[in-house]
């Protein structure tokens, strides 16, 4: 499998430091808001890659964040703590604010088949470990402490600059947004680890610390997790294409300052999300949730293909009417699954479909082998409703193809199946009670007797679409007492009266 790394900006061989075993870390969501549908095409595609890399036979270990404190409004140090920020909106405390967003998150994640990774660790629960990392760098030289604060200094690095895509005059104040002035720092380059009560004296959660009381840096926290959970050697490290500066620079910085040897060699980035005005933001006021999707008639699975469509290389453009056009797409494509039989008889000739199947699996994997070329692998799925194979082996390969690509293929066409045959069973019953021609024979019968025979003809004709005879027998003895008698046609009942 190749995949693009955004460290050595080409599509190179994805190999794993321990043989068979995938160590992957995700930066986690800043739970002080809804996750809005930008920052969850991110988490779509790298929920595709883990379950692929998953397919292929990888061990993936996979962990993620969840950012509860020291994440400021630039990433850049400066600015007001996002909890706090939100916190305040809200009139909650920041606990409060960091449960409900979570639960929140994760509930966007279920709607969209996004599988929670099987380690997730809160900011908070990890200060021990923040502050070890941050009293190593200090002591290897890597860190140092100025106006309360304790900063990374980037001038012991050979290249800080590792993504190749930022220069230093992009960091000078004024240039780039949010920067402000800091001179506690050496250079301006140089991050925060450690804050203490000389910056933001009003942060709600605070930790005592060599350095007095204060809280982590937000850089810091990937760093510590990451080694915590996964180990000295990462394997691939994902997230949205705005963490590769300055977040993701800063953690292989310290990491590989911490560690003394290099830390993760692929870095996997999905770029924005973009209204017709531009990238989406929580500030932008084009605040799109998976709840207001779905509010307007979207499955959650229609803004997942969606995201399949299009390489997670390239920005996407969000429209309504994208969206409706993908309804209608996704609609079509469970149709036609719905439309296979689960019980159809066995292939003819078990070697010839066994080989179609392979060249499928083939072609489905040369897609997603070629830098998680979605699009591709999605029309896979239209191949194989196109081949001459049998109905079971189609549905057997889009139930394989749909274990990565998770859009609920068989599920929905499942449930769509069944809706088919109980709109067809009701609608052949109805046809045929229509068809049903009931014939008095005895034109001296009054007219309410009649009316009542007929009724009863007809409950006993629809007791027996319905197979239950017991109940037809039990109307005719009925309609016996009442001394009628009954002839059965094809589609007519005739009937006399003593």
């Not at 953690?251 to 003394?260: D, K, P, R, V, W």
């Not at 006021?285 to 390239?314: A, N």
């Not at 014939?439 to 009054?446: A, F, L, Q, T, Y």
Request: glycine share 6%; hydrophobic share 40%.
């Amino acid at each position: 499998m190749k995949l693009y790394n955004t460290l050595t900006r080409t599509r190179d061989e994805f190999t794993t430091h321990e043989p068979g075993v995938c160590r992957m870390y995700t930066c986690g969501p800043t739970v002080y808001h809804f996750a809005h549908i930008g920052n969850l095409r991110t988490y779509i595609m790298e929920d595709v890659l883990e379950k692929y890399l998953r397919y292929t036979g990888l061990d993936v270990k996979r962990c993620m964040n969840i950012t509860d404190v020291g994440h400021l409004t630039s990433d850049a140090d400066t600015g007001e703590d996002k909890m706090l920020k939100g916190a305040r909106r809200e009139h909650k405390t920041v606990m409060e604010i960091a449960r409900f967003y979570t639960d929140a998150f994760f509930a966007d994640c279920k709607k969209l088949n996004i599988r929670i990774p099987d380690t997730v660790v809160p900011a908070t629960s990890k200060i021990d470990d923040f502050i070890q990392m941050v009293e190593v760098l200090i002591e290897k030289g890597y860190a140092y402490l100025s106006g309360g604060n304790v900063y990374f200094d980037t001038s012991k690095l050979d290249n800080y600059y590792v993504f190749g895509n930022q220069e230093a005059e992009d960091l000078a104040v004024g240039v780039r947004e949010g920067v402000e002035a800091d001179e506690a720092k050496r250079s301006k380059t140089d991050f925060v680890l450690w804050f203490t009560k000389s910056k933001f004296e009003d942060q709600e959660l605070k930790w005592e610390s060599p350095w007095g009381l204060g809280y982590p840096g937000w850089h810091i926290e990937c760093s510590a997790i990451s080694v915590s959970a996964l180990g000295e050697y990462l394997d691939l490290h994902c997230g949205g294409i705005d963490n590769a500066f300055p977040h993701h620079t800063n953690e292989i910085a310290q990491s590989e300052a911490y560690l003394g040897h290099p830390w993760c060699p692929q870095w996997f980035h999905v770029l924005h999300l973009n209204t017709t005005s531009g990238k989406m933001s929580k500030s932008s006021g084009e605040f799109l949730t998976v709840s207001l999707l779905e509010e307007k008639g979207y499955d959650p699975m229609v803004y997942r293909l969606f995201c399949l469509g299009s390489h997670y290389r390239k920005s996407l453009v969000f429209s309504w009417e994208g969206m409706d056009s993908t309804k209608t797409a996704y609609g079509k494509l469970v149709s036609r699954i719905a439309a296979l039989d689960p019980d159809a008889k066995e292939a003819t000739d078990p070697d010839a479909e066994k080989q179609t199947a392979q060249a499928l699996r083939a072609r489905f994997a040369e897609a997603m082998d070629n830098d998680l070329n979605t699009a591709l692998a999605v029309t896979a799925l239209y191949d194989v409703l196109k081949a001459k194979i049998g109905d079971r082996t189609k549905l057997a390969l889009i139930g394989e193809f749909d274990s990565v690509l998770s859009l609920n293929l068989l599920e929905a066409a499942a449930k769509l199946r069944e809706q088919n045959r109980a709109a067809e069973a009701a609608k052949k019953a109805a046809d045929q009670t229509a068809e049903l021609a009931v014939v008095c024979r005895s034109p001296e019968v009054d007219p309410e007797t009649a009316a009542e025979v007929e009724r009863l003809i007809r409950e006993r004709a629809d007791a027996k679409k319905a197979k239950n005879f017991a109940d037809a027998d039990a109307i005719r003895e009925k309609l016996s007492a009442m001394g009628v008698t009954l002839k059965d046609g094809k589609n007519t009942v005739e009937w006399t009266k003593e």
